[in-house]
């Protein structure tokens, strides 16, 4: 579905440009709000500065615009992606296709309601960053008191304490991904005590 890229330098900066006012093009006929058309149109650079262009633009400019609308704090938001593609007229296969495309290339983290509904962490975005901070912070504070107390709380612990903190103290997500997002906080929890061990030259995992 698109043109192959070897190396996201080869696409002609023109052709990011071009799309992403075909794009806009296509949002303004459809009477897409700004600013999730704005957030949707970065995605969308982002995407085609990557991977090239589509063949099919018109479920990848859908499928920018579904997951930026799905974002956690857009909850409780009921639109099944087979309602959101037949309110773009399009099938609802070619905008699984590049829904799936972006997260894979881009890096979105999915978190799922009850309902097992999607919602869409941006890795660039407000959300992520934060949920980085707050873990980086924390597995460092524990590798220190590792250092020199030579005891630390395990991962399941610290995992706990930071999903707490992010859904119940700075509030940033709603509970309601509680779960989703304590596996992701664990998984970055193992990837950042891995490279801080790693730098120091300890070779002993938080546990």
């Not at 071009?18 to 093009?25: F, K, N």
């Not at 997260?103 to 309601?113: A, T, W």
Request: charged letters at 30%; aromatic letters at 8%.
């Amino acid at each position: 579905m698109l043109e192959s890229k070897n190396e996201s330098l080869m696409v002609n900066p023109q052709v990011v440009v071009s799309q992403v006012r075909e794009a806009h093009g296509f949002y303004g006929e459809n009477k897409v709000d700004e600013r999730y058309e704005l957030m949707a149109l970065d995605v969308l650079r982002r995407y085609v500065s990557k991977e090239g262009v589509a063949h099919e633009p018109e479920p990848l400019f859908g499928a920018a615009l579904y997951i930026v609308t799905r974002h956690p704090w857009s909850h409780p938001n009921p639109l099944t992606k087979t309602e959101f593609a037949a309110k773009l007229r399009m099938k609802e296969s070619s905008l699984e296709w590049y829904t799936e495309s972006i997260v894979d290339k881009l890096g979105f983290v999915i978190l799922r309601d009850k309902g097992q509904l999607p919602f869409y962490i941006d890795s660039d975005g407000t959300i992520a960053n934060v949920l980085n901070s707050v873990v980086r912070t924390s597995v460092n504070e524990e590798v220190v008191r590792s250092i020199v107390k030579g005891s630390v709380v395990s991962p399941h612990e610290l995992a706990e304490r930071i999903v707490d903190r992010l859904c119940s103290v700075v509030k940033i997500i709603p509970p309601v991904f509680e779960q989703d997002l304590y596996a992701h906080v664990e998984k970055r929890i193992e990837e950042e005590s891995k490279r801080l061990l790693q730098e120091l030259g300890v070779h002993r995992p938080l546990r």
